[in-house]
């Protein structure tokens, strides 16, 4: 029986989605999506319990793919952390992401971040 928490980390960038594997995979069952629009088709079939997003991504912006997930009955409860190397933290907010890390991503702030949205329960 598979106890681990489901992540979906979002970004069109094959490093970062390996850098995430790398600090999360152990604790955690890591999805990686370089496509929002891929992530969103996975969304409908699969429960995740946090997606990591990154802002910056073809297709669509982290913020509408956001958006689409507030909008989904089956993901619009789930934990959403926004990356970006931008300075819009209040736009992430506003638009339902849970919480925000600036890149370059911090190791152990992404593992900080993630283990307070997970493992409060």
Known sequence: ?????NILAVDDLATQLAM??????????LRACKSPLGALDLLKKEKMDLIIADIEMPEMTGFEFLREIRQSRTSREVPVIIISSHKD???ALKNGANDYIKKP?????????????????
């Open 105 to 121: 991503v911090n190791p152990d702030e992404l593992r900080e971040k993630v283990k307070n949205l997970l493992d409060s329960d």
């Open 89 to 91: 933290i209040a736009e």
């Open 1 to 5: 029986m598979n106890t681990k928490k």
């Open 20 to 29: 995430y594997r790398l600090l999360l995979g152990n604790r955690y069952s």
